[in-house]
């Protein structure tokens, strides 16, 4: 990534030639991927993706004491896990600190940057005043013309940016538009610490230029930033990138956007039972329309994104809305990757190691299931009785299900059961109608009593569904179990 330069560089600015589209995506690795970063990353790696460009990840590690290994993990099987994959290897900023350091003293050597001697007294003292004053706290800027011969001893100086005075800073933001602000609100940024140490902000414009960044897209909390970030690509002569600063996501109420909310880290929706496309689709819509469309394929996607379909309003999260379109995905996707996702949950829940019969109960019982679920973990809770252990423990209002005449009747179906040549739900329907029919009661005084037996609750999906998902061996065996405790 590295560049040979302590100096500053030519701007590539004038070029005829576009630049190629790079995108980054920047997390700080103080914690887990939160959702309004995963959008962020989603709408980088789309905006690269629809140009034919390249989607980097950089891990802005500098706060040492704050960032931790189990975060970066965290981030990078967040973004696996959405499908976000990165272009090239993952940068981590802090091993370019030496060279951040060492473009900072080229802005010294040409006279764009300063030392500064003021101690923490004094820069206090200056914030004391202003707020006293009615302003905001800014450096005076009281050494930036000093001869350093004046500097008092035993004060390690910092490095500060010779920003300008005079005039205005514009961004011409693709998503905000054109953002003014006078270069007198703005003041000479520490670009090296008093131990030589390179701030953040010298490091992510080192970094953005290094990784030959076009485009810097991300949350309009970072609009401030952009004002000083371009002063000092300025001041290096670098060509600075184009800013697409996004609007933050809010509460359903319209309030910033809390744990209540929704402000979860990415591996917390999996964990919910949410699918990575799901979550994927919603986040695109959370600021970003194209027309009407609500369910969106990647493909559509990467084909549809660009910049111009932004808002500038915050977006609001809506679980609501998230749940809708989860059950949507679950609707769509196939019964045996399903199966597979629920066996998962089930293990980690319950424990359970399913063996063949019981995964192959599972993919059967898929169809039926995912027409009533919004959630991976609401079909796995709805689908755990067809692969529960036997004999079945009977919730309480299951056993009132199955009262003496109950079990007894249950006992002169099962040999009718059992001669079936065609174990589908039409021969299992008609065969218990038939038998209904014999014992001069209705349908319900027999599917009651069935629905105990094969599912241990009083509510299941449809009884001859249930038996055609567990199968001729299973449904007997269960009926038989409850003939035996009566």
């Known amino acids: 990534m590295a560049r040979p330069s302590g100096m500053c560089y030519d701007s590539p600015a004038m070029s005829s030639q576009p630049r190629p589209v790079v995108t980054r995506f920047a997390p700080s690795p103080t914690g887990f991927l939160h959702i309004g970063g995963a959008r962020t990353a989603l709408f980088n790696w789309l905006f690269a993706r ?187 002569g670098w060509a600075r990138p184009e800013f697409a600063h996004i609007p933050l996501i809010h509460g359903a109420d319209g309030a910033k956007l809390s744990k209540r909310h929704g402000a979860l880290g990415v591996e917390a929706y999996r964990e919910l039972g949410y699918l990575p496309e799901a979550l994927r689709n919603y986040l695109l819509r959370l600021g970003w329309a194209h027309g009407d469309d609500e369910v969106i394929s990647t493909e559509q996607a990467i084909a549809w994104f660009d910049l111009d379909g932004v808002g500038r309003a915050p977006a609001r999260f809506d679980f609501a809305k998230l749940d809708s379109l989860n059950g949507h995905y679950i609707r769509a996707a196939a019964d045996k990757d399903l199966a597979g996702k629920v066996a998962e949950r089930l293990q980690a829940t319950a424990g359970q190691v399913l063996d063949t019969g019981a995964r192959e109960r599972l993919q059967r019982a898929m169809q039926g299931l995912k027409l009533r679920a919004k959630t991976i973990n609401e079909l796995a809770e709805n689908a755990a009785f067809y692969v529960a252990a036997r004999p079945l423990e009977l919730s309480e209002k299951a056993a009132r299900l199955l009262p003496e005449e109950g079990r007894a009747r249950l006992g002169r179906l099962r040999p009718l059961l059992e001669g079936l040549d065609d174990w589908s739900e039409a021969a299992l329907e008609a065969q218990v109608r038939a038998f209904a029919e014999a014992e001069d009661c209705k349908l319900g005084q027999i599917a009651q009593p069935l629905r105990a037996a094969l599912s241990g609750s009083h509510a299941s999906p449809g009884i001859f569904e249930v038996m055609a998902v567990l199968g001729r061996g299973e449904s007997l065996g269960r009926i038989a179990d409850q003939q035996s405790a009566s």
């Open 50 to 236: 629809h140009h034919g460009g390249t989607f980097r990840l950089r891990i802005e590690d500098t706060d040492r004491k704050r960032s931790t290994e189990e975060a970066v993990a965290a981030i990078l099987e967040g973004l696996r896990w959405l499908g976000l994959e990165w272009d090239g290897a993952a940068v981590h900023q802090f091993a370019g600190a030496a060279h951040h350091a060492e473009v900072a003293r080229g802005l010294l050597e040409a006279g764009r940057a300063y030392h500064c001697y003021c101690t923490r007294e004094e820069l206090q003292e200056m914030r004391t005043r202003a707020r006293a004053e009615g302003r905001s706290p800014r450096y005076d800027g009281r050494w930036r013309d000093r001869d350093p011969a004046e500097a008092p001893p035993g004060v390690p100086p910092v490095v500060r940016l010779k920003a300008p005075r005079a005039g205005e800073t514009t961004i011409d933001d693709l998503v905000q538009g054109p953002v003014t602000v006078a270069n007198d609100q703005l003041d000479d940024m520490v670009l090296l610490r008093a131990d030589g140490t390179p701030t953040y902000m010298l490091s992510v414009v080192v970094d953005d230029h290094d990784m030959d960044v076009s485009h810097v897209i991300r949350g309009d909390d970072h609009l401030t930033n952009a004002f000083r970030q371009t002063q000092l690509f300025e001041a290096l």
